[in-house]
């Protein structure tokens, strides 16, 4: 009876996308010991196949944002599914705009409570009791902008045993090699004028100089600071009163930008990557993609990264391709019991692509459990098969081998991998 008066009353505030609906609600989360607000999309036939469980993305809004930022992505989402181009899926929207500085970085902080508990505990929790959310780290996806693409990267590497993959644009936090954040403290210097010395202080300052203090709150906090020069004073800061970098400072921020912490993932965790940024972002971040992506090189980890020449907003092509990127990783929807099967069993069915979308080659990767006869075979969006990439009596173990789709027109195909009786596929788009 409680679980049908809530729904009762979240529907109440409904919202109609392309068939689909969006519902604004809330829930308590323990971490934080408040009530938070979440909205969640669903797709077309939510309501009319109740059998049916359904990956989810889970929608991580940039700084000064909040659980109403998904906004066009879900008319993005709407148009994929109505065009068969992704599966249906649901999205998650959460609220990560606490005070004093309207955004949470997706971690825990002393200064506005335990944020990183609330999103990976309690609301993975609360989505997969309440709706038909799959329980699974095959169903659950990440995209985020700016400081949601930061918590999408971090989140996808701190909790690789939870997210399948992950799309981030504009990400904030990628490094902080000094190198690469002097024209940051250039504009904060500009921002700051007349000086030295400067005080800086949020409410009355620029965004480079509101930035650190976002960081700050959550690399290094101290509610009884020594730093007389900023306001308010709940952080360490990472410059001093002349702009200069204080070292025993940045050493406390620097373990935790995503040039360090991506260390802490490998090929086989399977996380899916797939990463953007425009060369005229707002925010002066596009050199550190750039070093980011050289570091995933370095580490031998897949990916895929799109540079464009926009801002540090979103452009419409991102949208498309991260999505499609993300339903080419995410399993489609289906009957739980698949995934109560899934974890009594260790199913002979493991499979990767990467890059995904593609274009002209990608890697597929798959897992035997034991000695099977198999066929991998990939056929276009009509259901003819195109090419049999291997056929025949395989050996437990990783495998591998390359698709070389560069005599194949655009568009959308499908992986089929045979074992036995077993047959699992994957969509491919060629772009």
Not at 165 to 176: D, K, P, Q, T
Not at 247 to 255: A, F, G
Not at 294 to 305: A, K, R, S, V
């Amino acid at each position: 009876m409680k679980k049908l008066t809530m729904i009762a009353v979240i529907l109440l505030t409904t919202t109609m996308l392309f068939g689909q609906y969006k519902i604004d609600t809330s829930f308590y989360s323990e971490a934080l010991g408040e009530e938070k607000m979440v909205d969640i999309y669903f797709p077309l036939g939510y309501d009319e196949n109740p059998d049916l469980y359904y990956p989810v993305i889970y929608y991580l809004h940039a700084w000064y944002g909040d659980q109403n930022a998904m906004g066009t992505m879900l008319s993005w989402v709407g148009s994929l599914i109505n065009d068969s181009i992704i599966d249906p899926v649901i999205m998650v929207g959460a609220d990560n705009s606490p005070e004093p500085f309207e955004g949470s970085c997706y971690m825990n902080s002393i200064i506005w409570g335990n944020y990183e508990d609330y999103m990976i505990n309690d609301l993975i929790t609360w989505v997969e009791t309440s709706f038909r959310a799959m329980p699974d780290r095959d169903y659950r996806g990440l995209i985020g902008n700016s400081m949601g693409g930061t918590g999408a990267f971090r989140y996808g590497i701190l909790h690789k045993d939870k997210f399948r993959a992950l799309a981030s644009h504009g990400a904030s936090g990628l490094s902080w090699d000094l190198d690469i954040l002097e024209p940051v403290r250039q504009q904060v210097i500009i921002e700051n004028q007349p000086g030295p010395p400067y005080f800086y202080d949020y409410d009355t300052d620029g965004s480079f100089t509101q930035a650190f203090f976002l960081f700050s709150a959550a690399f290094s906090p101290n509610l009884n600071t020594p730093q007389t020069y900023i306001n308010p004073p709940i952080v360490e800061y990472p410059l001093d009163e002349n702009a200069n970098f204080i070292d025993s400072i940045v050493t406390k921020i620097q373990p935790n930008d995503l040039s360090q912490l991506i260390h802490q993932l490998s090929v086989d965790d399977s996380v899916g990557i797939f990463f953007a940024c425009g060369t005229n972002d707002d925010f002066l971040l596009h050199p550190a993609h750039l070093v980011f992506k050289d570091t995933l090189d370095i580490l031998g980890l897949p990916y895929e990264f799109y540079s464009h020449d926009g801002g540090h907003s979103m452009p419409g092509a991102f949208k498309q391709r991260a999505l499609t990127f993300l339903d080419s990783l995410l399993m489609p929807p289906g009957p739980y019991t698949k995934i109560n099967q899934k974890s009594q069993n260790k199913t002979t069915l493991q499979i990767s692509i990467f890059p995904n979308p593609i274009p002209n080659s990608t890697t597929i990767q798959f897992e035997l459990f034991k000695s099977e006869y198999i066929e991998l075979s990939i056929y276009n969006h009509l259901g003819q098969k195109v090419e049999i990439l291997f056929k025949g009596n395989q050996e437990a173990g990783k495998l591998k081998t390359l698709f070389d789709a560069s005599g194949l027109p655009s568009g959308i195909y499908f992986c089929q991998l045979q074992v036995g009786n077993e047959i699992i596929t994957r969509k491919i788009i060629k772009l």
